[in-house]
Every structure is written in structure tokens, then in C-alpha cells.
């Protein structure tokens, strides 16, 4: 650099003004006077300004004027000069633009000897750039890092070599590490301890999304669950890639975790639901069932232990089904007990008929009772914290309860009810459906010994009656008027209360299977007509028309003289409800491969909710009793079992504008003679 001014020492003393102008850093050379006699070009373009505005005038009354802190830049030459040090001496020092801005810099200080005397030579280096970098830096980490703590997904992000560098505040609480401060320095060490595949088996840190990443894999929503002692397990859908930059170099890998806890409790109680229909198809009884429902309701909740228990029938106590342990085994008598009504857990949920969720079962103000500590103190032993309890019902009755046992805390209360609530649900229908059924037999084995009981002891003395009536009748010449019609009422009521029992008797050889069909090939056209002719003069008697329309023949395999009783039945009931003028419709017809059968009558019908009923035995439709019109319900009765035992099968429905309609369908024969 030339001397700007002409009487100023030669800047020879620099040894090189060319070197000075060289140099990249902005260089200010003064003497110990603190006048400037050097100033490069890198200091110009610094600083806004040409040399001649800076060198012949002291430091301190320069555009540039530097300041170190507090003190004037002076004072700090002084002690440079004074102290002479080897090294150069490094400061911050803040010195002006031409246009008033004010620059950070820092300033390497050093003395330099030469012909004209000592100068300090002060190397300057613009930090303002740097400063506003590295703030803006700190801001975008600070942004960064608020962004990744509110994130309610976990996200733990490796190095190029591997190392953790960054665990955000999700992640942090997912495993129980503190929340604030520095990456834990032992993470590869103390996650694995939490981390398991789906099917519970433990990770190794290489086996860590994040490791997986960092080896270059790409993973979607990998199911990880995470298991710190002490809490609950909870369910993770896990994404994680390789983190490169431009060039495609390995710069490190990210991992988030989302919890899908609820959402995986979900598909596995739809599984569960699957499983609990299974075993209760494929069971005769809940005993036998209930080992397999257990074992589907623990392994949905992901809980350990679980029990059933049921109303006995007979004692009304509330007595253990079923216990199970995912530990395979029950050593100290954890179950069996029979629970009281009102205490403890599960005798609280019978006595209320509502669930109750006990989040932690050692801190449950409200089991003081000798029993309930005693039964706390065992959940306590087998590490059992949260019980969920709840009821089998059918409609209001409580018919058991279902008693669940967690080992951490569980926080997913209305979840875990409502899926359970589903499970009870059909264990309850199952419940009461078998004990209907069994109750159903009970009742038929009833009536079956009654109707046998009453059938046999009826008909000896209604043999006898009936034989004495009749000789009485053969000599009745001695008998006036009013004792032969005495007489006549008695061998008419002998008569009808015998075919009572002779159909009660026929009925329950028919049901027990006693009285086999003699089957043959009969010609059901044939039959129908028979039976048409007979009850001619009945209808004719009582005002009602009686129409046939049938084929010539109609061919099928069966009991020619039970369908003839069928038929029978049919059209007595028919004329019996046809009100005089009215009409009775027999058809008989092929329909796709079957015998159609039907007889309409023109009387009062049956009401809908009734027409299946009518076919029990005693049973008569509510509008029939009503009206008075005699009957003992067993003609359909016998007509529907007949038809049954046929293969066949029988219906009833409403005839336009009034009367019923009752269709029988029998399988045929075709020409062949082949069903």
C-alpha cells in the first residue's frame, strides 16, 4: 500500500505494503501514539472507507473509532506496546462503517518492529455475519426444539457415527428419563430394556428402529411396544429412515413413535369377540367354555389374570366358573374364592349390576373389610395393581361377573369397560340361552311324565265307563227319556275325552321316536281326496262348502295312514272355525321338487304374533278362547309333528280378506320313484 500522506515516515517500516494489501483480513497499523499509518485495502472495503480518511489521525478521531468495551482503545494500545507479548493478543472490539453501522469483530493484536519504531498491527475479523448466524441458528434449535417437544409423537434422532443426539421430550417420558437437559448418555443402553416386538420379545439396540434406520432401512409404522416396569404397556407405530445429505452421504437416521395403544386394544378385542363366539359355539356348557374365553379376554387386554363366576341356580351364591393365569399356573389359591355379596371387588358388581374399574387396588379407600384386605393383600403379592370387574346380565338379572387383573396401572377405563361389556354380552346370552334350554327340557320332561302319567291312568277307566255306557245303552228299555240322554252324554263325553287321549298318547309315541313310520310309496293326490269325501258331510252338516282342487296324482314316500291323520287334522280345525256360508279351499300341487298342501278356511285368522305358537301343544290363539269355540289345541300339534317326521314342514298365514291359510310342503317322488 502506497503512503497517503507525503508527511508521514514511509511505510517501508511494514516491511511491505504490498504484503499489508495481501493480506485478506482488514489490518489497521498504528504507532504508539495511537495514530494510524496503515490501512489496507480489506479494511476498506470492511469498513466503508478509503485510507486517506483514516491514516495521519489518532485512532480515536478516525470514522472507523474502534472501542474495547468501556475502556478507550487507547489505553489497550498502551498495554500492547508495554507488555510486548509474543503471541498476538485477541479481542472483541467494535468499530463503525462509513454509514454508521456498528461491526462486531474480533481483533488479533500484535507489535511489530521496524526501522520507524514500533506499530501495532491489528488484524480484523468481521463476527457480526457469524454472530447473526450463529443467533439465527440458536433460534431455529430453539424453534426446533419447542416444535419437537409439543409433538405428542416420540422422535430420537442418531449421528453419522450412531450416536444419539437428539431425544425429544415424548420420547424422554415414554421411557421415564428426564424430560429436560442433555441426551442420557447410556440411551443404547437402558431403551432396549423397554422395548419389545409385538409378540413381546426384547430388542437389542441393534434391532432398534432407529439402528435399522441408520443401517439404511426405511420402516412405516412398525408396531413397537414399550414396557417400563411399574407402568402400562403401551403400543407404538413406529416410522423411521436414514437421514443423508446432497451428495448422499450418511449424516445420521430419525425415529418417531406414535402410540396406537387404544387402537390395537380395539383390533384385539375384535379378535377376541371372534374367539369368545367360538368357544362358545363349540362348548356344551360355560364350564367347559370358560378356559378358552379367559384366555381370550387376558390376551386382548394384555392383562395377566382373569376370573368368571356365575349365579349358582340353586344356592343363588356366586360361585368361580373359571380362573386364569397367563403364568400357567394358580399356587397359592389367587382363585376359587366364592365372593360376598357386597364386598370386595367382584361381589360389588353382583349386588350393583354395574362395572367398577379399581385403578390401583392398594390405595382403594373403600376395602376395609377383613375379607377385602384379605384378597388385597393377595392381588398385592401376585403384583396386581388395576382390577376391572364386569357383570354378566340378562336384560336386569345378573347372572355372574367377569373380573379382570392388571400388573401396571391402566389408565384406558371406558375402553376396557365397553370391550369387556361386549364380551359379558354374549356370555350372558349364552347363559341364559342354556339354561332356558335346560329349563325347556326340564318342562318337557314334565308334561311328557304328566301326559303319560295321565294317559295310562285315563284310559283303564275310560275303557271301563265306556263299556258300561254302552251296555247300559243296549238295555235301555227300562230307562225313561231323560235317563237315556243322561246316558247318551255320557258315552259322547267317554268318547271325546278318550281320542284326547288316545292323541296325547299318539303325540308323545310320535315325539319319543316310539312309534316309527311305516313308509311307502303313496299317492298323496289319493289321500287328500279320501279325507275331502269323509269330512263332506260334516261341512255340509254345519253350512260351510268344502273345495278340492287337486291333481290326478301326486306321488311321495310316506306313512300313508299318519298323512291321512295330518290331513284329518288340518280339516277339522278348518271347518271347525269356517262360520256357516263360509268356504273351505283344499289345493294340492307340485312346486319345485316339493307337495304343496294348502287349507284355507273363511274364519276369524290368527293373529300374527301367535301363528307360530298354535303349533305348541294346548296352545289356542287368544281370539279363539275369546270366542268360546271348543277345542283342546292338539290337532295342529299332531299335524306339525307328522309333518316333521315327514321331512316336510308346515306354516300358517293370513287369508284375504279373513281366515287362515295353513300350508304343508312334503318332499315328492319323480317318475323314477326317486325323491
Not at 639 to 662: D, N
Request: hydrophobic content about 40%.
Amino acid at each position: 500500500m502506497a503512503d497517503r500522506n507525503d508527511d508521514l515516515p514511509p511505510l517501508a517500516t511494514l516491511d511491505s505494503a504490498a504484503l499489508l494489501d495481501s493480506v485478506q483480513e482488514a489490518v489497521l497499523a498504528v504507532d504508539p501514539q495511537g495514530v494510524v499509518r496503515g490501512f489496507n485495502r480489506a479494511a476498506e472495503e470492511l469498513l466503508g472507507m478509503a485510507a486517506a480518511e483514516v491514516c495521519g489521525r489518532h485512532l480515536d478521531d478516525t470514522p472507523c473509532r474502534p472501542e474495547y468495551g468501556d475502556e478507550p482503545i487507547s489505553a489497550a494500545l498502551n498495554r500492547l506496546f508495554t507488555g510486548r507479548p509474543t503471541r498476538p493478543v485477541i479481542r472483541e472490539l467494535t468499530v463503525r462503517h462509513r454509514d454508521g453501522r456498528r461491526l462486531e469483530t474480533r481483533a488479533a493484536m500484535s507489535v511489530v518492529h521496524g526501522s520507524a519504531g514500533p506499530l501495532a498491527c491489528v488484524f480484523l475479523t468481521d463476527v457480526s455475519s457469524l454472530a447473526a448466524a450463529e443467533d439465527a441458528a440458536e433460534r431455529h434449535n430453539a424453534f426446533l426444539t419447542a416444535l419437537l417437544d409439543s409433538l405428542t409423537a416420540g422422535v430420537i434422532a442418531c449421528d453419522d457415527t450412531g450416536r444419539v443426539i437428539l431425544v425429544n421430550r415424548e420420547m424422554r417420558r415414554m421411557h421415564g428419563d428426564p424430560e429436560d437437559g442433555p441426551v442420557p448418555a447410556d440411551v443404547s443402553t437402558t431403551h432396549p430394556q423397554h422395548l419389545f416386538d409385538v409378540n413381546l420379545n426384547p430388542l437389542a439396540w441393534e434391532q432398534t428402529p432407529l439402528m435399522r434406520a441408520w443401517r439404511g432401512e426405511r420402516l412405516a409404522a412398525e408396531d413397537i411396544v414399550i414396557r417400563v416396569p411399574g407402568r402400562r404397556s403401551r403400543v407404538f407405530a413406529t416410522t423411521a429412515q436414514p437421514i443423508t445429505g446432497r451428495d448422499g452421504r450418511r449424516l445420521g437416521a430419525v425415529a418417531a413413535a406414535h402410540e396406537i395403544t387404544v387402537q390395537r386394544h380395539a383390533e384385539r378385542f375384535r379378535v377376541c369377540h371372534r374367539e369368545v363366539e367360538q368357544a362358545l359355539r363349540h362348548s356344551t356348557s360355560i364350564a367347559e367354555a370358560a378356559p378358552a374365553i379367559l384366555r381370550a379376554v387376558t390376551g386382548a387386554l394384555g392383562w395377566p389374570r382373569a376370573e368368571l363366576y356365575l349365579v349358582d341356580e340353586t344356592s343363588g351364591s356366586l360361585r368361580s366358573v373359571a380362573g386364569y393365569t397367563t403364568d400357567g399356573e394358580d399356587t397359592d389359591g389367587f382363585f376359587g374364592h366364592d365372593p360376598i355379596r357386597g364386598r370386595g371387588i367382584s361381589g360389588r358388581v353382583w349386588e350393583s349390576g354395574e362395572p367398577l374399574w379399581v385403578a390401583d387396588i392398594g390405595r382403594h379407600a373403600g376395602l376395609v373389610t377383613a375379607h377385602e384386605r384379605e384378597r388385597v393383600e393377595m392381588c398385592a403379592r401376585h403384583g396386581i395393581r388395576t382390577v376391572l370387574a364386569v357383570p354378566i346380565r340378562d336384560g336386569g338379572i345378573v347372572l355372574g361377573v367377569l373380573t379382570c387383573y392388571a400388573a401396571s396401572p391402566e389408565v384406558h377405563e371406558d375402553l376396557f369397560t365397553l370391550l369387556l361389556d361386549g364380551i359379558t354380552a354374549q356370555i350372558g346370552v349364552y347363559v341364559a340361552l342354556r339354561r332356558a334350554e335346560e329349563l325347556a327340557r326340564q318342562l318337557t320332561r314334565s308334561q311328557n311324565d304328566f301326559l303319560d302319567l295321565v294317559g295310562h291312568e285315563l284310559r283303564t277307566p275310560l275303557t271301563s265307563i265306556s263299556a258300561n255306557a254302552t251296555m247300559l245303552a243296549e238295555e235301555a228299555t227300562g230307562l225313561d227319556d231323560e235317563q237315556r240322554q243322561m246316558l247318551a252324554a255320557v258315552a259322547r263325553n267317554t268318547a271325546v275325552l278318550q281320542r284326547i287321549v288316545d292323541t296325547l298318547l299318539d303325540l308323545a309315541a310320535l315325539d319319543s321316536g316310539h312309534q316309527a313310520l311305516h313308509r311307502a310309496t303313496v299317492d298323496l293326490a289319493a289321500v287328500v281326496a279320501e279325507a275331502v269325501t269323509a269330512y263332506r258331510p260334516r261341512a255340509a252338516e254345519t253350512g260351510v262348502g268344502l273345495h278340492a282342487d287337486l291333481p290326478e296324482r301326486l306321488r311321495a314316500d310316506g306313512d300313508a295312514v299318519r298323512l291321512r291323520q295330518a290331513v284329518d287334522d288340518l280339516l277339522s280345525n278348518a271347518l271347525k272355525f269356517s262360520p256357516a256360508g263360509g268356504d273351505v279351499h283344499v289345493t294340492l300341487r307340485a312346486v319345485d321338487h316339493l307337495a304343496e298342501l294348502c287349507v284355507a278356511d273363511a274364519g276369524i285368522g290368527t293373529p300374527e304374533p301367535e301363528r307360530d305358537r298354535v303349533f305348541n301343544r294346548f296352545y289356542r290363539a287368544g281370539n279363539v278362547r275369546h270366542q268360546g269355540i271348543p277345542g283342546f289345541g292338539l290337532g295342529l300339534t299332531r299335524a306339525r309333528t307328522i309333518v316333521h317326521l315327514h321331512g316336510g314342514e308346515i306354516s300358517l298365514r293370513q287369508r284375504r280378506p279373513a281366515g287362515t291359510v295353513v300350508c304343508v310342503r312334503l318332499p315328492v317322488l319323480d317318475e323314477s320313484g326317486k325323491p
